[in-house]
Structure formats: C-alpha cells, structure tokens
C-alpha cells in the first residue's frame, strides 16, 4: 500500500497541540482530486492548530490513499476525538428545499443529476437547519466504509456544504447578490448568495482558463450580474500571478480573493499561507 501513500505538500502544527487529549479537539477532512487535507481545531480555544495537505496519488482510489496515510499518520485513524467531519470532492451533487426531503430517496433525488453506482458509490444527505436546504451527493463507496468504521459518529458531507455555510457566515444580511468561486483540481464551484439565502450552486469541470472563464460569466449572466460591475470572490487552489486568476482579472473588473471563514482562530503556524487557500476544509468548523 506504499505506492498510495500521498505525499505530503505542508504540515503545519501548532506546539500547544496535545495528542494525548484528543476529545479537546475536533478533526476535518477533505478528500479529492485534489488532494487530502487534514484540519484540527482547538474546541475551547476556537482556533485552528493543524493544516496538512497531501498530493493525490493517481488513479489510485481515494479510499486506498486515505488508508494507507492513516497507517502512519499520528492523527488520521486515531479515536477519541470531540468531532469528526469529512467532506468528499466531487460534481455529484444536488440542493434541494428541505419541506420536498424524504429520507430514503436519496438516490432518487440524486438521479435526476448522476445516475450512482450503487457497487462503487453510496448516497448520502445533509440538512443545513438554518437555510432549510438538504444536500444529496455520492461518495466512493470503500471510502464511505472506512470512514464509517473508524468514526462511526463522523459526519460526511459534501465540499459544497463546507463552501455553502462558510460563505453564508460571511456574507451581509442585507447585501447584493454575489457571486462566490471556488477553485479546485479541474473543478470549479460558482455559488450565488443574497440576503443570506443561496440562490445557486454547482460544479463546473475545466481543463484550460478559457473554460474557467466561460462559466463563470455564464452564471453570472443567468443571474442578470455584470462582470464590469458585479464582484465575484475566489478561493482556492490558485496563485496570484497564475494564468487562471489572470484571465478571471482580464474579464472581471471587481474580483478579489476571499478571506478565511470569520470568528475563528488561526494558530501562527498558518501565517504564511495564503488566506484565500483551503476555505472549505476551515469552514467544515461551521457545519452541524
């Protein structure tokens, strides 16, 4: 299983970490193309003490990776902590209102979008209370398994509920719509909040800067924004002087990069990481 161990890109730890009391801290995982990424906070404290992210391997199935980090990893794998959450990468996904929910048919739901492979994938849901919005999203199924096995009590959901509810804390309650964009591993997350309420979601695949502009215009013109007016907020796995965020600058006249998610704590550790990096795995402190 050595060859599926990922290779690590950054550790960073605090020293007030005690790995001898886990039950103070609670453990945040995202798993996709790409990469993993293992976040620990301080319950008490409120304060972020771990950021770790590790290069996929390819086409090695996300379970096996994860797996085989497990086995040697300090953290991953051990019990006793105060909470567990881990959110998969994917497109396959959908919202919808929380009144129209029947547990039970989640595949159903879901089918409507991607038809599942119920020998390889599971169907899971999320509710998000305070928005009355229910996430419906497949999984890899030995990734599931293993999840569920270890932490048994861990909650699974989808990146875009991490996206979603960090986006959600940060935005006014009476603020224009506005457009917020993640940026992953040949994926794209466009979402559209107003008031506090989202007002769309998806997942774009892209392969050139040319297909990452495209849908993000594109949204923006199905919700009547103005790229020469309208702001647009991006995170991600991007750089500053990178082609992706060059063409975005080029057609977007008010772009900017998003902050990490609000009232949370941020060990010192984290300095030299750039704040608009790794927004989901931080706002996974805000998911129920």
């Given at each position: 299983?050595?060859?599926?161990?990922?290779?690590?890109?950054?550790?960073?730890?605090?020293?007030?970490?005690?790995?001898?009391?886990?039950?103070?801290?609670?453990?945040?995982?995202?798993?996709?193309?790409?990469?993993?990424?293992?976040?620990?906070?301080?319950?008490?404290?409120?304060?972020?003490?771990?950021?770790?992210?590790?290069?996929?391997?390819?086409?090695?199935?996300?379970?096996?990776?994860?797996?085989a980090l497990a086995a040697q990893h300090d953290l991953l794998g051990q019990v006793g902590w105060n909470k567990v959450r881990l959110a998969v990468q994917n497109?396959?996904?959908?919202?919808?209102?929380?009144?129209?929910?029947?547990?039970?048919?989640?595949?159903?739901?879901?089918?409507?979008?991607?038809?599942?492979?119920?020998?390889?994938?599971?169907?899971?849901?999320?509710?998000?209370?305070?928005?009355?919005?229910?996430?419906?999203?497949?999984?890899?199924?030995?990734?599931?398994?293993?999840?569920?096995?270890?932490?048994?009590?861990?909650?699974?959901?989808?990146?875009?509920?991490?996206?979603?509810?960090?986006?959600?804390?940060?935005?006014?309650?009476?603020?224009?719509?506005?457009?917020?964009?993640?940026?992953?591993?040949?994926?794209?997350?466009?979402?559209?909040?107003?008031?506090?309420?989202?007002?769309?979601?998806?997942?774009?695949?892209?392969?050139?800067?040319?297909?990452?502009?495209?849908?993000?215009?594109?949204?923006?013109?199905?919700?009547?924004?103005?790229?020469?007016?309208?702001?647009?907020?991006?995170?991600?796995?991007?750089?500053?002087?990178?082609?992706?965020?060059?063409?975005?600058?080029?057609?977007?006249?008010?772009?900017?990069?998003?902050?990490?998610?609000?009232?949370?704590?941020?060990?010192?550790?984290?300095?030299?990481?750039?704040?608009?990096?790794?927004?989901?795995?931080?706002?996974?402190?805000?998911?129920?």
């Amino acid at each position: 299983m050595l060859h599926s161990v990922p290779v690590a890109q950054s550790r960073l730890r605090d020293e007030t970490l005690d790995l001898t009391h886990l039950a103070a801290y609670n453990l945040y995982l995202t798993v996709g193309a790409a990469g993993l990424r293992v976040g620990v906070a301080d319950v008490r404290r409120n304060k972020f003490v771990v950021l770790e992210d590790y290069q996929p391997t390819p086409d090695a199935p996300l379970a096996t990776q994860l797996q085989a980090l497990a086995a040697q990893h300090d953290l991953l794998g051990q019990v006793g902590w105060n909470k567990v959450r881990l959110a998969v990468q994917n497109r396959y996904f959908t919202l919808l209102p929380a009144p129209l929910f029947r547990a039970g048919d989640e595949a159903a739901y879901l089918r409507l979008h991607h038809t599942p492979d119920l020998q390889l994938e599971t169907v899971h849901h999320y509710t998000h209370a305070s928005l009355e919005v229910v996430s419906l999203f497949a999984a890899e199924k030995a990734l599931t398994e293993w999840f569920k096995a270890i932490y048994p009590e861990g909650r699974l959901l989808h990146h875009t509920s991490a996206l979603l509810e960090g986006v959600i804390h940060q935005s006014e309650q009476s603020g224009p719509r506005r457009v917020y964009l993640s940026i992953g591993h040949q994926e794209a997350t466009l979402l559209a909040v107003r008031d506090k309420q989202p007002e769309f979601c998806n997942v774009f695949p892209f392969s050139t800067p040319e297909d990452l502009i495209y849908y993000t215009i594109l949204v923006m013109q199905e919700l009547q924004l103005n790229p020469d007016q309208d702001s647009v907020v991006v995170w991600g796995d991007l750089m500053h002087d990178s082609e992706l965020f060059t063409i975005l600058r080029k057609y977007i006249r008010n772009i900017r990069f998003g902050n990490r998610p609000f009232d949370l704590g941020y060990s010192y550790r984290l300095n030299d990481v750039f704040e608009y990096r790794y927004f989901e795995l931080y706002a996974l402190h805000l998911c129920e």
